[in-house]
C-alpha cells in the first residue's frame, strides 16, 4: 500500500503541499476502507489485565456486549487506516496531519480497552453500581474523553483530506458518536468520577491573616 503511494509522487510533484497531502489521504483511505472492517481485533489486546479476574469463556461471551462490538469495529477501522497512513503522513512532514494520525493509532486500541474494561467490571459486579468512585466509571470515563480526543484527529484528516460527508474519517467520527451516546447512556455518572491527579481541584493557599 506504501509503494503504491510512492507511484502518485511524481503526480504530486507541481501540487501544494496541502493538496499533495489530501491526495495522499484520499488515496489511502481509499484503499484500506474495504479491508478494514475485516481485520479482526485480537482478544488479548482489548482486555487489559483486570479483565482478566472473568474466565475465558465469560470473557468470550462479554464481547458480545453491543457497546463492546461497537468499540471493537471502531478499533478495526482506525487501527488499519492510521497503520497505513502513518507512512504516507510522514513523508509529507504536516505535523498536525502527522499528529492526528499518531493520535488516532495511539487512541485505537485503548478506547475499545476501557470500554471493555467498565463493561465486563459492570457486569461481573467488581464493585456496587451506587457508587460514583469505581474502576467501571473510571474506565468509561477515560475512555469518553480518549473518544473526544479521537473524534478531533479525525477532524484534522478530514480537512487535510478534503473528505467528503461519507468518507472514511467522517464514517469514524460517527462511529466515535455513537459509542460516545452509548458510554454515557451506560455510564452516566461516568463524568463525575474524579481521576486522583488530574480531576481533584487545586488546594486553595491559606488566608493571610491581616497584620
Not at 104 to 119: C, D, G, N
Request: aromatic share 6%; net charge negative; with cysteine.
Amino acid at each position: 500500500m506504501y509503494l503504491e503511494n510512492q507511484e502518485f509522487t511524481s503526480e504530486d510533484a507541481g501540487a501544494s503541499l496541502a493538496e499533495t497531502i489530501g491526495a495522499s489521504l484520499r488515496r489511502t483511505i481509499g484503499m484500506v476502507a474495504g479491508i478494514a472492517p475485516r481485520e479482526a481485533a485480537d482478544v488479548e489486546a482489548l482486555a487489559d489485565d483486570s479483565a482478566a479476574r472473568a474466565s475465558r469463556s465469560d470473557l468470550l461471551q462479554h464481547r458480545q456486549d453491543p457497546l463492546i462490538v461497537r468499540a471493537e469495529e471502531y478499533t478495526r477501522l482506525a487501527w488499519r487506516v492510521s497503520r497505513a497512513l502513518t507512512p504516507v503522513v510522514s513523508a509529507r512532514a504536516e505535523p498536525s496531519v502527522v499528529d492526528a494520525v499518531g493520535t488516532i493509532q495511539w487512541f485505537s486500541l485503548r478506547v475499545s480497552s476501557k470500554i471493555y474494561r467498565a463493561v465486563v467490571g459492570r457486569i461481573e459486579r467488581w464493585e456496587p453500581d451506587d457508587q460514583v468512585q469505581t474502576d467501571c466509571n473510571g474506565s468509561a470515563k477515560v475512555a469518553l474523553l480518549w473518544i473526544a480526543e479521537s473524534r478531533h484527529a479525525w477532524g484534522v484528516l478530514m480537512e487535510a483530506g478534503k473528505a467528503t460527508a461519507d468518507g472514511v474519517p467522517a464514517q469514524a467520527v460517527a462511529m466515535l458518536a455513537a459509542l460516545d451516546a452509548a458510554v454515557r447512556t451506560r455510564f452516566p455518572r461516568a463524568m463525575a468520577f474524579v481521576r486522583p491527579g488530574f480531576d481533584e481541584p487545586p488546594i486553595a493557599p491559606p488566608a493571610q491573616g491581616r497584620s
